[in-house]
């Protein structure tokens, strides 16, 4: 029998098992943590995050960030191949919402690619919205 996934708000990590999980989910090398420093980022930038552990293991993590007033979004889903398709990022997503309501907010934003609609609008009842995106790197520096 498989070990249950324990989810917490604001749970303890590690910045090189986050950046670990992170270069999995993404599919990059893995950042040291000079590199990305997840612990200061987060303490600057968020309202808060999500971890999920199988017994000791990071099996998953949601950033949680917002504008300080009513606005919140969730960044970097990361779940586990082993541990997805059973309700992991589901109940991360929802921890995040419940907690950002908590904190004041009115919404919960979300952008993603096509192939995971069905998590986001199916699985966590996101509404489809329309939005848009401009590629900074590609921008003229002149």
């Given at each position: 029998?498989t070990p249950p996934?324990?989810v917490?708000w604001?749970?303890v990590f ?5 950046n670990?999980l992170h270069a999995?989910?993404f599919?990059?090398r893995?950042?040291d ?15 808060g995050?999500v971890?999920a ?7 998953g993590f949601?950033?949680?960030l917002?504008?300080?007033?009513i606005h919140?979004?969730?960044q970097?889903?990361?779940?586990e191949?082993?541990?997805r398709r059973?309700?992991v990022?589901t109940?991360?997503v ?7 309501g908590l904190?004041g907010c009115?919404w919960?934003?979300v952008d993603?690619?096509d192939?995971?609609r ?5 699985a ?9 995106l401009?590629?900074l790197?590609?921008?003229d520096?002149?």
């Amino acid at each position: 029998m498989t070990p249950p996934v324990t989810v917490a708000w604001r749970g303890v990590f590690d910045n090189s098992e986050l950046n670990a999980l992170h270069a999995r989910a993404f599919g990059h090398r893995v950042y040291d943590g000079t590199d990305w420093d997840w612990k200061s980022l987060l303490d600057r930038h968020s309202l808060g995050w999500v971890t999920a552990r199988r017994e000791e293991r990071l099996v998953g993590f949601v950033n949680v960030l917002w504008d300080g007033l009513i606005h919140a979004w969730i960044q970097d889903v990361m779940v586990e191949d082993d541990s997805r398709r059973v309700g992991v990022g589901t109940q991360m997503v929802a921890t995040a919402g419940r907690q950002a309501g908590l904190a004041g907010c009115e919404w919960l934003h979300v952008d993603f690619d096509d192939e995971h609609r069905p998590f986001y609008i199916d699985a966590c009842g996101f509404t489809p919205t329309q939005g848009g995106l401009i590629a900074l790197r590609s921008l003229d520096p002149g």
